[in-house]
């Protein structure tokens, strides 16, 4: 099977060290799901409507969870947010947003663009991994997905 | 006696013919006398003995038969019509027929008719029932049902005097006297020849005249002719001397009212019946002459006393008029003297008719009489204020008398008996009588005092008119200074607002500066905070995946730098914070603040400090200000009262607070570590600690944030405290 069709777990993460460190957390809770990590909004959005560099992938296989860091460059996440929840076919991707602070209105504007989650990255590695645990089980074992 | 009056009559007869044929010589072209005319005589049917109809229905009778013999004898025939009384009068007045044979001159006919000279006079009387005994006089008839002939001199002699209030009138007498006869009416008035005919003729049993003369009731008959008929008057006239002086008359009067006696009676017997009837009767006559002459001595004696009555009551009257007259006078004086205007009256030449009270006083003279028949023009109106003579025709006073119209005059003067004069306001209006003017009442007073007070008024209104003018003048100095005030404050105006301008400029760009912290603080908190993740994050790795490759120091290193991190995300969560308070706006309400600074306590005190903690919270007031900063303030001071009670003995926290008219003042009392007063100013500074991080940690944010956020209220905050003796902490906010 095309690599691509097996994506589980979508991180879109423009910090390599962010991006280490998440993915870290999921291997430290023994979360085995195939992970691709993308660098920016363009790309996170072409993999999810599979085009551009993505155009080779099945569209029918969407992945179970997208986390997604809120600034980004190229697009930012809010907007990426928003294409994904403003299309039918994939509104239904659980998306929990990944960011540094709690800024009011960041927290507002993505629940009204219709995130399913939130987690404030902790300095404190241990935290994030607490919080990875807390949110990132529930969307991906226990949110059993319509196929 | 009888004799005596024909022969009167015939002397008037001759008298009125002569002037009558004087008067035809004169003025008329009719030959009178000399034709032989037809006339039209209209007679009645029952009239006795003087218009009656015999068997034939033929006209006869004394008047008839007296009226063909003098037109015959002037050459006139004569028709005759015959109709009742009413109607053949009415013939007459309408000229359908040309005479009529026996008309009573009375006052009512003259102006209907002509008459000829009488040639008979009759007396009225009164016919009654025989038992009638109520009616003795005219007097008595008051009451009574009158009747007469419809038109006759009988109906006009009632009506004239009034005689019954209740007059009948019938068509003939007859039926008068029939009804008279039967009890219909109450009695007849009409001739007394002719009442005793009718008796007679109708063979009436039981009606009578009454014993009484009418003195009104006298009639002198005449033949009548249509009124200005002279012509056939004065030929009826000379036809009525002829058959007068001819014997005619004599025999007609024995005919109709004689001819039994005549006959019957001869010489011997009349000397006789003169001897036995008249002698006694003339006794009886005399008698009965002498009871009327009792009787009317009485009747005028009764007539001359009410006469004087009435004159009395006439004079009494008088009397009074004249009292009330003179009672009006008075009050007409008394009211013109009563008056403060100066009234008098002039007659048509001028002349003082009189003159009131204030008027002799406001012009001197003791009393009316030194002034009534002068001519006030010449006594006080003679000459002008400046010396000139007033002349009588141009004194206005004169133009009510000759104009018929009220005049007013208020620019005059009046002279005094002692050759003073003062100015004076009148009217003058007419006295007219019908369309005539009698005279003029003038009506004044002295206006010297009102003319004195106008002047000084005009004086006083002069100089206040001037001070108006100085005071505008001044008024209009102080106004331009004004305007050059308001143009100095107009170009401070254009000053400030440049400078309002400069001010806006500051605030645009200080607002600008605010976006730019915004944007600052976001990538503080986003991009500062990823190296300290890494720090942290990739330290622990570090810690996990090389731990036997590391010695204690070497793990300890890791783990002050893992701390170092977390106190610098602190740092950067408390400096957004407080970033955060000055920017986001207060959203007041009312707060019960023991609740909350209780709910706060319960919320951030771990299990076992509440354990540990005495907590003492007094009623606290109410106040208004926002929820979530005021919860904040709470937070940060009971959690630096429980850090810094956290090493001491007595574990006790006191929350209390006290209320101004302007301020509620909350504290947050502790018996922890305290601090040294010397340094208490600076305790609200950002990042301002006086105990080092090993004996309490904290990033020195918390006091700031407080200060902050009361100020932010409008409020103020302090504290007490002494090393080692705990502290208090104050925050007041502005009351209601």
New interface residues.
């Given amino acids: 099977m095309e690599p691509m069709n097996q994506v589980e777990i979508l991180i879109v993460e423009d910090?390599p060290?962010?991006a280490e460190?998440a993915l870290?957390a999921l291997k430290k809770n023994n979360v085995s799901n195939q992970v691709l990590v993308v660098n920016d909004g363009e790309e996170a959005l072409d993999f999810v409507f599979a085009r551009g560099k993505f155009a080779g992938r099945e569209k029918k296989f969407r992945p179970k969870i997208i986390l997604l860091d809120?600034?980004l460059p190229k697009i930012d996440g809010l907007q990426v947010l928003k294409e994904i929840k403003s299309n039918p076919e994939t509104k239904i991707i659980p998306v929990i947003m990944l960011?540094?602070?709690k800024?009011e209105t960041d927290m507002v504007r993505s629940y009204q663009l219709g995130v399913n989650s939130y987690i404030v990255?902790?300095?404190?590695?241990?935290k994030?991994v607490e919080a990875v645990r807390d949110l990132g089980f529930y969307w991906l074992l226990l949110n059993q997905q319509p196929r | 006696m009888c004799s005596c009056s024909r022969f009167l009559l015939l002397v008037l007869l001759v008298l009125s013919t002569a002037l009558q044929g004087f008067a035809n010589l004169n003025g008329s072209a009719d030959p009178a006398g000399t034709s032989t005319d037809t006339i039209l005589l209209a007679s009645e049917p029952d009239y006795p003995p003087y218009c009656l109809l015999d068997e034939n229905n033929q006209p006869i009778g004394f008047a008839v038969e007296l009226f063909r013999a003098s037109a015959e004898a002037v050459g006139l025939d004569v028709n005759i019509q015959v109709g009742p009384w009413l109607a053949i009068k009415k013939y007459l007045a309408e000229g359908k027929v040309d005479a009529l044979p026996i008309v009573g001159r009375t006052p009512e006919r003259e102006p209907i008719y002509d008459f000829t000279v009488p040639y008979l006079t009759l007396h009225g009387a009164i016919f009654v029932r025989k038992d009638h005994p109520g009616i003795h006089s005219l007097a008595d008839l008051k009451n009574k049902k009158v009747f007469v002939m419809g038109g006759d001199n009988a109906e006009e002699f009632v009506r004239r005097e009034k005689v019954s209030d209740f007059i009948y009138t019938t068509t003939t007498f007859d039926e008068a006297f029939q009804k008279l006869a039967i009890g219909e009416a109450d009695a007849v008035i009409t001739q007394w020849v002719i009442g005793l005919k009718l008796i007679d003729r109708l063979k009436l049993k039981n009606v009578v005249p009454l014993d009484v003369q009418l003195p009104g009731f006298r009639i002198e008959f005449c033949f009548a002719v249509q009124e200005g008929n002279e012509a056939l008057l004065s030929r009826l006239n000379e036809g009525l001397s002829i058959v007068m002086a001819n014997g005619t008359f004599n025999d007609l009067h024995h005919k109709w009212f004689g001819p039994v006696i005549k006959e019957r009676i001869s010489t011997a017997d009349k000397v006789r019946v003169a001897l036995w009837v008249f002698v006694p009767l003339l006794l009886v006559m005399f008698l009965l002459w002498i009871v009327f002459l009792r009787k009317e001595v009485k009747r005028r004696t009764r007539h001359l006393e009410e006469e004087v009555v009435r004159h009395k009551n006439t004079w009494e009257e008088l009397q009074q008029q004249q009292s009330l007259l003179k009672e009006k006078e008075a009050e007409i004086r008394l009211l013109l003297n009563s008056t403060a205007e100066g009234i008098y009256g002039v007659d048509h030449s001028g002349n003082c008719t009189f003159m009131n009270q204030s008027a002799l006083q406001a012009l001197g003279y003791a009393g009316e009489q030194e002034v009534i028949g002068r001519n006030m023009h010449d006594l006080i109106h003679h000459t002008h204020p400046d010396g000139r003579k007033f002349h009588r025709d141009d004194c206005r006073v004169y133009q009510a008398l000759h104009e018929g119209e009220g005049t007013h005059v208020d620019d005059e003067v009046f002279w005094r008996s002692d050759h003073t004069s003062f100015q004076v306001e009148y009217f003058s209006y007419p006295i007219r009588q019908g369309d005539d003017i009698l005279g003029t009442v003038v009506t004044f007073w002295d206006i010297t005092e009102r003319k004195r007070a106008e002047s000084e008024l005009r004086a006083l209104k002069d100089s206040l008119e001037e001070q108006v003018n100085e005071r505008t003048a001044q008024l209009e100095e102080q106004i331009r200074k004004l305007n050059k005030s308001q143009q100095a404050l107009l170009y401070m105006v254009e000053d400030l607002n440049e400078v309002t301008l400069e001010l806006k400029e500051e605030r645009r760009k200080l607002e600008q500066s605010n976006q730019e912290l915004d944007a600052f603080s976001?990538s503080v908190?986003?991009?500062l905070?990823?190296p300290?993740?890494?720090i942290?994050?990739?330290s622990?790795?570090l810690l996990e995946d090389y731990a036997e490759q590391l010695d204690e120091e070497g793990k300890r290193f890791l783990t002050v730098i893992?701390e170092n991190?977390?106190k610098?995300?602190r740092l950067i969560t408390d400096m957004?914070n407080l970033s955060r308070i000055s920017r986001t706006d207060v959203r007041v309400s009312a707060i019960n603040m023991t609740k909350l600074a209780g709910s706060v306590f319960e919320e951030i005190a771990t299990e076992t400090e509440k354990r540990d903690f005495e907590l003492v919270v007094e009623e606290l007031p109410e106040v208004q200000g926002d929820y979530n900063l005021l919860k904040q303030v709470w937070q940060n001071l009971i959690a630096n009262a429980l850090k810094y009670s956290s090493k001491s003995v007595v574990r006790k926290i006191e929350i209390g607070a006290n209320e101004s008219d302007s301020e509620v003042v909350y504290f947050v009392k502790d018996h922890g570590a305290g601090f040294d007063p010397r340094y208490k100013d600076k305790l609200f500074g950002v990042f301002q600690r006086l105990h080092s991080d090993d004996d309490f940690a904290g990033t020195g944010v918390g006091l700031a944030i407080i200060q902050r956020i009361v100020h932010r209220h409008g409020g103020r905050v302090w504290a007490e405290g002494e090393v080692n003796q705990g502290a208090t902490f104050w925050f007041a906010l502005p009351g209601k």
């Fill in positions: 910090n060290h962010d460190m870290r809120l600034k960011t540094s602070s800024e990255k902790p300095v404190d590695f241990s994030f | 976001y908190s986003h991009d905070r990823s300290l993740r890494a942290n994050g990739y622990e790795f893992r991190a977390n610098m995300d957004l």
